[in-house]
């Protein structure tokens, strides 16, 4: 394969490409893998049209979920689509085992697999991601990764979009739902998102983005800090935080909203996730004027608690 792809002998053809349909075709053969193997695979695709070779896309993303799936055992993977301005984000993510940044950029390298020094052919020829980079770039576009040892990884796909736009109203089976997130002339309300969960956080980005949201995030009450600094400096402010309870390093969400408005010296609309249905959340969530929803998320119900909170 590799020496077709470099003496030329495979060539893209570019067609109309239903990014939505091509993704859940993709997520209908993989969840039921996922499911048997004590996984869950879940699906954000909003309806997004673009040209390009769906089946030079459809396997460098068979060998970003089949990889997503072998290193997460018994967690989570996240498919799932957004635009960025004139680019098209298909992104994987999961709550595996993740990669050490020495090995980062290795990983796409022939031959190279991790964990693999003895190269056990068993184990597979270490050419996926080589074969997957050679093919985005025939495609005209990038794949990168992002990753953390213990906490998973995010590798994105990403390509021109070509006589495209995005639909507001989901594909069916899809999260997310259309609605007001504010106007479309000023991108809407900037929310900030902080929650640890990668999988998680990128299902809830892709959510608000969908209703017209815009989303700056935190994986930590630290990482929010600095979050919130870099916006300072850049002479804005979050109108919204929308946080989970239980943050790395003993740190809650109702300490980050705390952390927030006393530099903003303002109170800043809030919105808590958690697991946690004990009375004592409520009554924290309360105490901090701030809106409590409980984990598994709605949409719906998210998408009102938002609006009900930013007085929409």
């Not at 630290?222 to 300072?232: C, D, F, P």
């Not at 109170?267 to 009554?283: H, I, Q």
Request: proline share 5%.
């Amino acid at each position: 394969d590799i020496s077709k792809l470099e003496a030329g002998l495979v060539a893209p053809n570019p067609e109309p490409v239903d990014v939505a349909a091509l993704l859940g075709r993709l997520h209908g053969e993989f969840a039921p893998l996922a499911e048997a193997a004590g996984q869950s695979l879940r699906l954000v695709a909003p309806h997004l049209t673009t040209r390009t070779d769906p089946r030079l896309l459809e396997r460098v993303l068979r060998n970003l979920l089949a990889n997503a799936l072998r290193f997460a055992p018994g967690g989570r993977v996240l498919l799932g689509a957004r635009r960025r301005g004139d680019h098209l984000q298909i992104e994987v993510w999961d709550s595996g085992i993740g990669i050490a940044d020495q090995h980062i950029e290795r990983i796409f390298q022939d031959f190279f697999q991790v964990g693999n020094a003895a190269r056990d052919r068993r184990e597979g020829l270490g050419l996926g991601l080589s074969i997957a980079r050679r093919l985005v770039t025939m495609l005209g576009g990038s794949i990168d990764v992002t990753s953390a040892l213990g906490r998973g990884s995010r590798f994105t796909v990403s390509l021109p979009i070509a006589d495209a736009r995005p639909d507001v109203t989901p594909r069916a089976g899809a999260t997310g739902s259309a609605g007001v997130g504010g106007s479309g002339d000023d991108g809407g309300r900037l929310v900030m998102l902080v929650e640890d969960d990668a999988v998680i956080r990128m299902a809830l980005v892709l959510m608000l983005e969908d209703w017209n949201y815009r989303v700056v995030e935190a994986g930590s009450g630290a990482e929010a800090e600095q979050l919130l600094a870099s916006l300072i400096e850049a002479g804005t402010e979050p109108d919204l935080i929308l946080a989970d309870y239980r943050l790395p390093g003993g740190n809650t969400g109702l300490m980050v909203m705390d952390m927030i408005r006393r530099r903003l010296s303002r109170d800043v609309p809030g919105v808590l996730l958690t697991g946690d249905t004990s009375a004592d959340r409520l009554r924290e969530a309360a105490s901090a004027q701030c809106a409590l929803l409980h984990k598994p998320i709605q949409p719906v119900r998210l998408q009102d608690t938002l609006a009900s909170a930013l007085k929409l």
